[in-house]
C-alpha cells in the first residue's frame, strides 16, 4: 500500500512556466514532508522540506504548499527552467518511527 | 569530500548466487537505509539502522540482510537473489534519524538472471 500518492506521473512545462506537482497521505502521524529531485544517473537529493507548522516554504523558485486538514502538499516551481528537468520525489516520515515513504515520483521535463 | 559509496555500480548475477552490495559513507552518519527504486513505484525502504548493531525493516524487507557491525558501513546481503529483486538501489545516510537530509550513494544496478 502506497503511503504517499503523487501526481501526475510525468509533466512537461514550458520554460518559464510554473511546475506543480501533488502529494497526499492517510497517515496523521506524518510530521516531516520533503521533496527529493533526483538527475539521471544520480541518487536523490534534497530540494526542499516542511513540517507540518507551517502552510507554505520557498527556497528561491521552489514553493510547498501544506494542506494539514486535506492531508496534500504539493511542489511548485515557478519559472520553470530546462535544467529543472528531473524526476521529483515526495517522501514523509513521522517523529515516533524510523521509517521513510517516498511517492512514486514526477517526471519533469521543461521544453525550452 | 563527503560522499555516500557503493560498490559494485553494476552486477549481473544468476538466481540463487548470493551477493553482497557495500555501502560506506565517511559522514560520521548515525542512520544508514536501503532503497529500491523501480518504474513507477518510486523509492522503497529495504532496511534501515540507527546505529551500530541497531537494524530494522523497511517497507521491503523480504529477501534481503543486513549488517550494521561499523558505523560507516551497512551491506546489503542476497542471499538467494531471484528476478523479482532485479532493480536499482541506493544507499543513504543521515545525521540522525529519516527526519533530516538523507544523502544518498550512485546506485546499484542489479539485474538477477
Known amino acids: 500500500q502506497q503511503q504517499v500518492k503523487q501526481s501526475p506521473q510525468s509533466l512537461i512545462v514550458q520554460k518559464g512556466g510554473i511546475s506543480i506537482i501533488n502529494c497526499a497521505y492517510e497517515?496523521?502521524?506524518?510530521?516531516?514532508f520533503p521533496w527529493y529531485q533526483q538527475f539521471p544517473g544520480k541518487g536523490p537529493a534534497l530540494l526542499i522540506a516542511?513540517?507540518?507548522?507551517?502552510s507554505e516554504k520557498k527556497e528561491g523558485r521552489f514553493t510547498i504548499s501544506f494542506n494539514k486538514s486535506a492531508k496534500q502538499f504539493s511542489l511548485h516551481i515557478m519559472d520553470s527552467q530546462p535544467g529543472d528537468s528531473a524526476t521529483y520525489f515526495c517522501a514523509a516520515s513521522s517523529n515516533t518511527g524510523n521509517q521513510f515513504y517516498f511517492g512514486t515520483g514526477t517526471s519533469l521535463t521543461v521544453i525550452p | 569530500e563527503a560522499q555516500v559509496t557503493q560498490n559494485p555500480r553494476y552486477l549481473i548475477t544468476v538466481t540463487g548466487k548470493k551477493l553482497t552490495v557495500t555501502c560506506s559513507q565517511n559522514m560520521n552518519h548515525e542512520y544508514m537505509s536501503w532503497y529500491r527504486q523501480d518504474p513507477g513505484l518510486g523509492l522503497r525502504q529495504i532496511y534501515y539502522?540507527?546505529?551500530?548493531?541497531?537494524?530494522d525493516k523497511g517497507d521491503v524487507p523480504e529477501g534481503y540482510k543486513v549488517s550494521r557491525k561499523e558505523k560507516r558501513n551497512f551491506p546489503l546481503i542476497l542471499e538467494s537473489p531471484s528476478p523479482n529483486q532485479t532493480s536499482l538501489y541506493f544507499c543513504a545516510s543521515s545525521q540522525w534519524g529519516p527526519q533530516e537530509t538523507q544523502y544518498f550513494g550512485p546506485g546499484t544496478r542489479l539485474l538477477v538472471l
Open positions: 539502522s540507527m546505529n551500530v548493531e541497531v537494524t
Open positions: 497517515n496523521t502521524a506524518f510530521d516531516y
Open positions: 516542511i513540517r507540518p507548522d507551517v
